[in-house]
């Protein structure tokens, strides 16, 4: 029985001083929700403090912005920041990612294997994909591929682990969410959890069999980069999208801590985690170059702010840029540090930021 801590419950615990705490090498997995069904089927409860309380991603949807967090809160703000409003949303579980590849399509995911989307720019949302689903979805593309290839030792052990995750229930968080456009995207979190919609989620394809994770490893991260897809995770595992196979193949970075963040360098592609550990490539992952980026603490998000521009933060408040394309970082002064959980570009010099605080836009080094 495996007992790694996720990302999400490794950062909610921090942030809440509870007794969990992010391990210093590999052992992170997935807490189990409470009541999974429970929280699956009830609506999020509306809070006057959604917006002031812990939150754990944030996006831009054209001039909006989004943030989500624990309970199903998701939270608007359609004035740059200064003013949020809660979004209704069909579900509780807690909310670990948010990603609009255009200004009113958007998706969020979270605890118990859900996926929800809006197409009004995030002021109400539904749900396109639980535990509950996914768990049937993968079953079924293994079974059916196992059933062609009746020798594959490969397939036995998917299906094997497949049907584990049905007999556990709608246990397992999805981390991450990307979509290229408004049809096709990605999700990706504990276990090699990965799932591929090609029509706006009205159906989701399991890509269980097209990750070369052999020893299931959380997936963390689905950023684009420097022309590829790529996944980051758990003990250092990366992976990079092979356009011909249409599978991510193994991308070998000589560290064995977890990823939290894939971030566009531009011609360089930056992997970040565990103890303000980043490593850069410019060959697609054929080598790689550990880079100081002057945060001590585990790197939770980045972001992309222009042509060679980054920015990392890390769980203790602390923020680097780079103006040479990840090669080399300096930290930025805010006017108070705070427990961060993720940066965007908010765009006109700005950042959007999310932690413990809530949900801020700020302009670095202003009040």
């Known amino acids: 029985m ?16 509870l007794s969990m705490a992010m391990p210093a090498q590999a052992a992170d997995a997935p807490a ?19 917006a002031k309380r812990l939150l754990l991603s944030m996006a831009r949807a054209g001039e909006r912005f989004v943030a989500v967090g624990p309970r199903g809160h998701i939270v608007v703000s359609s004035d740059g920041g200064q003013t949020w409003t809660q979004s209704s949303v069909p579900v509780s579980s ?12 958007g998706w969020a995911v979270g605890h118990d294997g859900v996926v929800l989307s809006t197409t009004d720019g995030g002021k109400t949302w539904a749900k396109q994909l639980d535990g509950r689903a996914a768990n049937d979805i993968i079953v079924a593309d293994v079974t059916a591929k196992a ?12 299906l094997a682990e497949a049907q584990r995750y049905k007999e556990e229930g709608p246990d397992k968080p999805f981390l991450d969410v990307w979509f290229e456009n408004d049809s096709h995207g990605f999700v990706v979190g504990a276990y090699n959890l ?11 394809q399991s890509w269980f069999d097209r990750v070369a994770n052999a020893r299931f490893m959380n997936l963390y991260s689905i950023r684009p980069a420097a022309g590829g897809l790529y996944i980051a995770g758990e003990a250092g595992v990366v992976f990079r999208l ?5 599978k991510f193949e193994s991308v070998a970075v000589d560290y064995g801590g977890s990823f939290f963040a894939v971030v566009d360098a531009g011609d360089a592609v930056l992997v970040a985690g565990l103890k303000g550990n980043v490593f850069r490539t410019t060959d697609g992952g054929k080598s790689w170059s550990k880079v100081d980026a002057k945060l001590p603490a585990t790197v939770v998000s980045g972001a992309t702010l222009g042509p060679g521009k980054v920015v990392l933060v890390d769980q203790g408040g602390r923020l680097a840029v780079s103006q040479d394309a990840g090669q080399t970082f300096e930290l930025v002064k805010l006017e108070k540090t705070v427990p961060l959980t993720s940066v965007i570009d908010a765009g006109g010099g700005r950042l959007g930021l999310t932690g413990p605080f809530g949900a801020k836009v700020i302009a670095p080094g202003a009040p």
């Open 194 to 204: 990965i799932f591929e919609t090609s029509d706006g989620g009205k159906t989701w």
């Open 32 to 50: 189990v929700s409470q009541a999974n069904d429970d929280v699956l089927d009830r609506p999020a409860m509306q809070s006057p403090l959604a």
């Open 147 to 158: 059933a062609a290839n009746p020798d594959s030792e490969v397939l036995k052990g998917l």
């Open 94 to 105: 807690d909310l670990t990612a948010v990603h609009f590849p255009s200004a009113s399509h």
């Open 242 to 246: 092979d356009p011909v196979t249409q």
């Open 2 to 17: 495996r007992t790694r801590i996720s990302r999400t419950a490794a950062t909610v615990a921090a942030l809440a001083a």
